[in-house]
């Protein structure tokens, strides 16, 4: 493990009125200065206490206000180690975010979608641009027929159509955005769950939609692609907004 430096440190003591934010921004430059890892140890509070000049309060109330954005992970017993820094919080603050607008109000949930719609065709122009693995277009059509037969036997496939746009977008090779297309996947489920909205009605056109999305791929064509990807969120956004307006 890394640990910090026996000499006097050179940081600065923190001693602001609001030392409880000055003591989260400077653990977490400890952490980058100190180029420790996720599930790395960090220093004792003791050493906290001394290297920050804060009251061991100060450290404590710090080190948990940061475990809940997941930038560390106190083990009791053991110690505080660095955190994954997942989307979790974000995930968690939209959620809250959008619940605490009325039931009826379709406005909120229009939101998420729209980010992640533009998200997601912008994903979907740059995958379209060049010519995708023959293995992932393989497997984007083996999820399709794996959602449709689902349909067709009257069984949700909400986890397969989650799996087809991780999949979509595995080939980039950027770990961000299947966290992010995550957190924004969670907003919505738990929403809808709280919500208690049903499912699409009409799992074929669900169906159809995504498989318009392989065959644009597979033609290379980047304004095809991107129109089924529109038409697909044009529908989770009408779907949405009936079900919030008590319309089946």
């Known amino acids: ?11 600065p003591a923190v001693r602001h009125p609001r030392v409880g934010h000055q003591v989260q921004r400077a653990v977490m430059q ?4 100190a180029g420790l890892r ?6 004792t509070e003791a050493e906290l ?5 804060v009251s061991r309060n100060s450290v404590r109330e710090a080190l948990k206000a940061l475990q809940a954005l997941d930038i560390v992970e106190i083990r009791h017993g053991y110690g505080t180690y660095v955190g994954q820094a997942s989307l979790t919080p974000l995930a968690d ?25 533009v998200l997601e065709e912008g994903l979907i122009r740059r995958l379209a641009a060049r010519p995708l693995p023959v293995e992932v ?7 399709v027929g794996k959602m449709g037969a689902a349909g067709e036997a009257d069984e949700p496939f909400a986890d397969l159509d989650r799996e087809f746009h991780e999949t979509l977008y595995s080939s980039l090779g950027n770990e961000l955005i299947p966290q992010l297309l995550g957190a ?10 709280v919500r208690q909205w049903s499912s ?11 498989r318009a999305i392989v065959t644009a791929l597979r033609a290379q064509d980047a304004a095809r692609a991107q129109e089924a990807m529109a038409t697909h969120f044009r529908g989770i956004e009408k779907r949405a907004e009936q079900e919030t307006r008590g319309v089946q």
């Open 1 to 11: 493990m890394r640990r910090m430096s026996d000499e006097p440190s050179s940081r």
């Open 30 to 33: 400890l952490i980058l200065d």
């Open 38 to 43: 996720p599930g790395e140890l960090l220093p």
């Open 49 to 53: 206490m001394e290297s920050l000049g």
């Open 93 to 117: 603050g939209l959620t809250f975010r959008t619940l605490l607008r009325p039931a009826d109000d379709a406005h909120a949930l229009a939101e998420i979608l729209q980010v992640r719609e």
């Open 137 to 143: 277009l393989d497997r984007l059509d083996v999820i």
């Open 184 to 193: 924004f996947w969670n907003v919505f489920d738990r929403v809808a769950g």
């Open 200 to 210: 699409d009605p009409a799992p074929e056109v669900t169906v159809d939609r995504h």
